[in-house]
Structure formats: structure tokens, C-alpha cells
């Protein structure tokens, strides 16, 4: 979605606008909100607050309706989740499970309260800002639904369980860098990493192969 001097399009539209694209995008897109729903149910039994499904999750359906592409399919899930009193893989690998008794998907899931470690920073406060620290900006974004708030639709999956979970819902949008990020089709070096970390990714993702309107900032 370019102008005829290739402007994206989406850099004329105010945030709101941007936030309001992005909203009425994720609640037509079904197999999205059946993923969110199914980690609210996951994280409220488990009473985490801080959640939610990042990086591609989010870009990715941005990206793909920038460029006027099909959705792409949901190969990977990114569940990030902070809680500094269990620090434990298993826990990891049983929200993975419980997640996956839902709905069949290929889900990932990593406390951000000991991904510190592994990257060699001081401790993280939350997952926003262990977000902080990921190596693209465009990466670097999040969604979650915020239950207990009546809207019109909802959005239901089918539960193993007896105690289905209907709640009211909205989305909540977590941006590390700012919604402008996502939709200026750039894809942005976060300098909190190495630019060579950076670099590896956009080679490996081959992000610039499969959506060759977006522009690299090194800076």
C-alpha cells in the first residue's frame, strides 16, 4: 500500500486510526482471537495477569495487509508471560500443554521473568520491558484480551472442561516502540542489541523475501 511517491499509505493515518486498523483486523480474523481466548482462559486459571501473544502474531497480519496479502497461516505462536516467583521451564511447557488441550496449535511459550538470563541483561521488570530489549522494533509488539469489559462480540473456544469461559472481552495492544513502527512497513534495529544479532534475523527470517516493500533502518 504505497502512494505514487512510495509513501506507505499508513504513515498518513494518525495512531488512532493505525490502533482502530489493527483492532477491526484481529476481530475479523477468527483463528486469532480463538488463540487469544484460549490463553485468557489458560492465564486467569493460573491468576498471571501479565500476558500475552507477540512478535508475528501481531507484525505479521500487519505486514500482510499492508502489502494486500492472504493472511498468513499461524505457524509459530509466541506466548510471552511474567512471573518472577517460578522460574521453572516445566511451568512453561505446562501452560504450553494446557494451551494445546484447547486448541491444537504450534504455541511457544517463555516466562520473560528469567529470559533475562539467557540474553544476559539485568532482570526485567515485565513483559513489556523484556520487549524492550528484542532485536527488531517491529518485533517488539504484543496483544492480549482484557476480560470483565462488555463489548459486543465474544469469542468462544471449545473447552475439555466443564466450565466453559464466555467473558466479555477487549483487546489490549502492547507496543514497545509505538504503533508507528508496525506500520511504516520499515523494518527497524532495536540498538539494545548487537546490529549483527539484528542482521542474522532479517537473513534468517527472510522477512525482505516475503514482503518486499519494507525497508531496513540499521540506525
Known sequence: MLTDDKTPL?????????LALLTTWFEQDKMRMQALTACSVVFNRLNIKDWAIAAGFVRNLV???LHGFAT????????????A???SEHTERLI???LNDILALNWSVKNQARMHIRNGDAPYLCCLDAMEYWPEKQTAVAVKLIDNIVVEHHYSVQ????????P????MFIFAFG?????????SHNPRRLLTVFEQRVAQKQWLIRYPQLIINRN
Open 159 to 166: 473447552l475439555n472442561t466443564v466450565d466453559a469461559f464466555h
Open 10 to 18: 499508513s504513515n498518513n493515518l494518525s495512531s488512532q486510526t493505525q
Open 168 to 171: 466479555p472481552f477487549k483487546l
Open 96 to 98: 504450553q500443554q494446557l
Open 179 to 187: 504503533i508507528e513502527h508496525l506500520f511504516n512497513l520499515t523494518l
Open 63 to 65: 505486514w500482510d495487509k
Open 85 to 87: 516467583s517460578d522460574l
Open 72 to 83: 498468513s497461516a499461524l505457524n509459530d505462536i509466541d506466548v510471552i508471560y511474567f512471573c
